[in-house]
């Protein structure tokens, strides 16, 4: 495929996915206060779909798209880094999401409920899935 | 010869996908959702945001059975995989009796689980059960239902008769690979029993024990019908184990919410430890080259 044409494959997938997080957030109840960002988007659904999940998912989904049109684009050999095991991309971005799930778990764990906000957590995963993706 | 790439053939994994996605997929998504929800029936679900995971977290509960559960895994696994090795290192390697061996040790691996769980209830009651009924005429004062010890090596011994064998099947396998001329090799050399063992039969047997220690692990962390028939969790909470205790909580108490939340964490340190045994293998693989 040419340069271009891996551009216009690129373009789709990011243009599918903004459409998807587009349908969600007009799934949104809305009430006379304006959107509720955690209501339920199927009201009476036993899969009881918010917001905020969905939208975890499908950052998910779309990390896992990036990777495979990384993987296709830029074929890679696998490497060895500080933990001398062989590691590919998608070893990196699994360790990172593991990694990420117990550092939000001990941060509500040492700041409790009440504590600082989750988005503390998450800039430590950003710092985290950076240095895997280095050095693992 | 060339070899052709062609990425078309990830089409016929599709199938596979649709099947996973909805015996796992959905159901990991749904367990997602319930975890910051709470529910009090009807399809009815009110947001709860961070604060099952910040309950269960603080929760005694989870953290005494996750040390319960731990240290059944451990000594699960510290009698087990030895035990196991004895046995197929003593099984003999061919003939009538070899059969027979295999046939034997492979009978407890067929018994469903909830019935290996009423075999022991029964065998370890002092009534009418042999093993309960020996030990109370030999003058111990042995009851499984309201001495926690008593209920803990009940367990364990269940366990060990119900996986040993698998242990040792694997092990029986792996020790039949080995050629011949690897022990007449060790007999020109004067080489000990235990040497033999350690340089011989050993390696050839690391690849099936790091499966065996993932499968017995795996299977200890998650272990549900058998405790669950001989003592129901009891006596007090002393052999409720991570499973039962979740479906305590989800089924009993219709508790969804910090069920799902106690379910993500069961998931992610079981998937941890998944990642660190498929690690090992598979680099221990690639070392020797396999």
Same mark, same amino acid.
């Given at each position: ?12 997938? %990011? #243009? !599918?996915? /903004? =459409?998807? +997080?587009? $349908? ?5 109840? @809305?009430?006379? *206060?304006? &959107? ?20 975890? %998912? #499908? !950052?998910? /989904? =779309?990390? +896992?798209? $990036? ?5 296709? @684009?830029?074929? *890679?050999? &696998? ?58 | ?290």
């Amino acid at each position: 495929m040419t340069r271009r044409g891996w551009a216009v494959l690129a373009g789709a997938v %990011f #243009l !599918a996915f /903004a =459409a998807i +997080l587009g $349908l969600l957030v007009r799934a949104v109840p @809305r009430g006379d *206060e304006g &959107p509720d960002w955690t209501g339920q988007l199927v009201e009476g659904g036993w899969m009881a779909w918010t917001f905020p999940v969905a939208v975890f %998912f #499908l !950052a998910i /989904a =779309a990390l +896992l798209a $990036l990777m495979t049109l990384l993987a296709l @684009r830029f074929p *890679e050999q &696998p490497r060895r880094g500080v933990l001398r095991i062989e590691t590919t991309r998608g070893d990196r971005l699994f360790v990172t999401l593991l990694g990420s799930a117990f550092i939000n778990l001990a941060w509500l764990y040492v700041f409790g409920i009440d504590g600082p906000p989750l988005w503390g957590a998450l800039i430590l995963c950003l710092v985290y899935a950076a240095a895997v993706f280095r050095w693992v | 010869m060339e070899k052709t790439q062609n990425n078309r053939a990830w089409f016929l994994v599709l199938p596979m996908l649709v099947i996973v996605a909805f015996s796992a997929v959905i159901p990991l998504m749904t367990v997602v959702n319930y975890s910051v929800n709470d529910t009090f029936g009807r399809n009815e679900f009110f947001w709860a945001g961070l604060e099952w995971f910040d309950e269960t977290l603080r929760s005694e509960r989870l953290w005494s059975a996750l040390g319960r559960n731990a240290l059944f895994s451990a000594i699960i696994l510290a009698i087990e995989v030895p035990l196991g090795i004895f046995v197929a290192l003593h099984m003999p390697k061919k003939g009538f009796w070899a059969s027979f061996c295999l046939v034997v040790m492979a009978l407890p691996l067929l018994v469903p689980f909830n019935v290996v769980g009423t075999i022991w209830q029964i065998f370890a009651r002092t009534d009418i059960g042999l093993l309960g009924h020996t030990l109370w005429s030999l003058g111990i004062d042995y009851n499984y239902t309201a001495n926690p010890l008593h209920a803990w090596l009940t367990i364990i011994v269940m366990d060990v008769w119900h996986w040993t064998s698998l242990v040792a099947l694997l092990c029986y396998a792996a020790l039949q690979s080995i050629p011949e001329a690897y022990y007449q090799a060790a007999k020109i050399d004067q080489a000990s029993r235990w040497k033999v063992f350690r340089y011989i039969e050993l390696p050839k047997m690391k690849g099936v024990l790091v499966i065996a220690i993932l499968l017995r692990f795996m299977d200890s962390f998650m272990i549900y019908t058998e405790p669950f028939v001989v003592t129901g969790g009891g006596p007090g909470n002393s052999t409720t184990f991570l499973s039962i205790d979740l479906v305590k909580m989800a089924v009993g108490q219709f508790d969804l919410g910090p069920a799902a939340a106690f379910s993500i964490m069961y998931f992610l340190v079981i998937l941890l430890v998944s990642w660190v045994f498929y690690t090992v293998m598979t680099n221990m693989d690639k070392e020797e080259g396999v």
